[in-house]
């Protein structure tokens, strides 16, 4: 098996184990067979027989217990259901005892003697109800002494043979189960035997098999390993394993592997070792060891050689060069530094003119917002100033119309004063008619009419007051329009210098905010001529740096022995990426 392909290795091993699969599920397939036959058996026969046997022994004692109903009875009404329930006991006891006999055929003997000893009692049962439909005692009494003398031992003999039915069923359940149990500890035996000796030739197959594969790939493993760590000489050897499977062939090249390794890291460390020593003058060892692509690390070797050669000997030239420019690019710098300090003097000189201006613009739009609101404010009183005008206009009309009433009043106190004075002359003339006896009453007339005139002068001068005071108000509702129109013009000219604040104030804040952005564009400027300046100084002080690295650079160069042969340097092709 040692020789076998790893695959039919593997496939024989499968091929037991599948067999050993087969036996075991065809033994177990038999053994489940016969546990279920067994339990078939006992579900479907034993258990129904015993369950219609029990039926009909139910049946027979209600049959019986009908029949001594039968023999006490005192109508006819109760009779005939007795009658009809005895009949219909008797067919159900023996449709249970003909279907116990259908699951279990062995008992026919026993359920033919039931029948016939049922066919000769049923005379006997027909006397007792012969004797019952008399409905007397003397009746039942009969009735009663056929049952007990001669139907009763027939019945007896039947529930015997139930009973010995009874007993010999259970014993046969009882022996079909024992035999179960005996069937299913046998399948369990078997069972169990087939998986342990299945499952020994298993673990002998699968020692065998992961010995044969586990065994070389251990030592391949061990070696590849001392590989990995650089230990190519306790690597020699490791590996015993031999074969004609895959594994052998492994085996075998992981040995070429190693000699090669010990034929041909030697000889790249010895080069690798001259160029770390600066020795660029020398070849590969063992120059046809390297084989199939491993050639192309040695011509990587001798590509690098060449090549570093040539570069080095670049190197030396362009380490003159590099002096005579770093000392035109040290005076730039310089220059350049001193050109940056004078262009940071004059940012700096520009930012604080822009923070001037910018403090103006945010005072200028402070004012003007504080105008706006001082405007905003003027407006508000004029439109209170309007609205009292109204009030005012409105309370003036009121006067007015007032004045007129009191006109009309006015004009009826003249009236009166009119008619009083009327009066008191008509009481003067009747007072001198009257002689020496109107005196008196002509000094009263005289008085009133003296009070007529003083009401009518009062009231003239009133009207005279009423008459201005309308003009007065009539002047005044003139001037209120007036003052209205002119507060509504202030109003609306009010409006109209808060619109221009609230635009001086945006134009404000719009300049205010291109201020901040050039300022920042300002600092940014600052910044970037500050760093300019610092990398000016930078540059000049990296030149001279840079010049004294050059003047090593070519004192590093004269310690490398280089290629003689340099003109071919680059002919040799690259490492494959």
């Not at 409905?135 to 009763?152: D, M, Q, R, T």
């Not at 192309?296 to 590099?322: F, G, H, K, P, W």
């Not at 310690?559 to 340097?569: C, E, I, R």
């Amino acid at each position: 098996m040692k020789n076998l392909k790893i695959s039919k290795k593997i496939i024989c091993t499968f091929a037991v184990v599948l067999l050993l699969t087969f036996v075991l599920g065809v033994v177990s397939l038999v053994s489940t067979n016969n546990i279920a036959s067994t339990s078939d058996n006992y579900v479907n026969i034993s258990i129904p027989a015993l369950s219609n046997l029990e039926s009909a022994r139910r049946y027979i004692r209600i049959f019986q217990g009908n029949i001594l109903k039968a023999t006490c009875t005192d109508n006819q009404a109760d009779l005939d259901k007795l009658v009809e329930d005895i009949s219909s006991d008797r067919s159900a006891f023996f449709d249970y005892l003909d279907s116990f006999l259908e699951y279990d055929p062995q008992f026919s003997d026993e359920v033919e003697n039931i029948h016939t000893i049922m066919d000769d009692a049923a005379s006997i049962r027909e006397r007792i109800v012969e004797a019952s439909a008399k409905f007397s005692y003397e009746g039942n009494l009969e009735a009663y002494s056929i049952y007990l003398n001669e139907y009763e031992p027939n019945l007896t003999k039947v529930t015997g043979i139930l009973e010995n039915l009874t007993t010999e069923l259970k014993e046969a359940i009882t022996t079909r189960y024992n035999n179960a149990q005996t069937t299913k500890t046998i399948n369990i035996v078997v069972i169990i035997a087939v998986v342990v000796a299945a499952a020994i030739l298993v673990v002998a197959l699968t020692v065998v098999l992961t010995k044969a594969i586990v065994t070389p790939i251990i030592q391949i493993k061990d070696s590849m390993n001392l590989i990995a760590n650089g230990l190519l000489k306790e690597a020699d050897g490791t590996i015993t394993y031999r074969s004609k499977d895959e594994l052998g062939v492994l085996a075998h090249a992981a040995r070429k592997v190693i000699r090669f390794f010990q034929d041909v890291l030697p000889s790249i460390s010895d080069v690798c070792r001259n160029y770390g020593n600066g020795n660029f003058n020398c070849t590969c060892e063992n120059y046809d060891s390297y084989v199939g692509e491993t050639s192309e690390i040695r011509d990587s070797l001798m590509y690098i050689r060449d090549n570093l050669s040539a570069a080095l000997s670049n190197v030396d030239q362009a380490s003159d060069q590099l002096l005579s420019g770093t000392e035109e690019v040290s005076s730039g710098a310089q220059a350049l530094a001193q050109g940056a300090t004078q262009q940071a003097a004059s940012i700096q000189e520009l930012s604080e003119n822009i923070a001037s201006i910018s403090e103006s613009i945010k005072a200028n739009s402070s004012d003007a917002a504080e105008a706006s609101d001082k405007a905003n404010a003027a407006g508000a009183a004029v439109q209170e100033v309007n609205t009292m005008m109204s009030e005012l206009v409105r309370a003036m009309n009121e006067i007015n119309e007032f004045s007129s009433e009191t006109k009309k009043i006015v004009k009826t106190i003249e009236d009166i004063a009119f008619q009083t004075n009327i009066l008191s002359l008509n009481a003067a003339v009747e007072a001198a008619r009257a002689g020496a006896a109107g005196k008196g009453f002509a000094v009263v007339a005289e008085e009133v009419r003296n009070l007529a005139g003083k009401s009518a002068e009062a009231a003239q001068n009133t009207t005279r007051i009423i008459e201005s005071t309308v003009n007065s108000i009539v002047s005044g509702n003139k001037l209120c329009a007036e003052v209205a129109e002119k507060m509504n013009k202030v109003g609306e000219t009010a409006g109209k210098v808060t619109a221009i604040n609230n635009k001086i104030a945006d134009s404000s804040k719009k300049a205010a905010d291109s201020i901040v952005k050039v300022t920042i564009g300002v600092d940014q400027i600052s910044n970037v001529v500050q760093n300019n300046s610092a990398t000016s100084e930078q540059s000049a002080a990296a030149s001279e740096e840079l010049s004294s690295q050059a003047n090593m650079l070519k004192e590093l160069v004269k310690s490398f022995s280089l290629y003689s042969d340099s003109s071919n340097a680059g002919t040799h092709p690259a490492v494959n990426s």
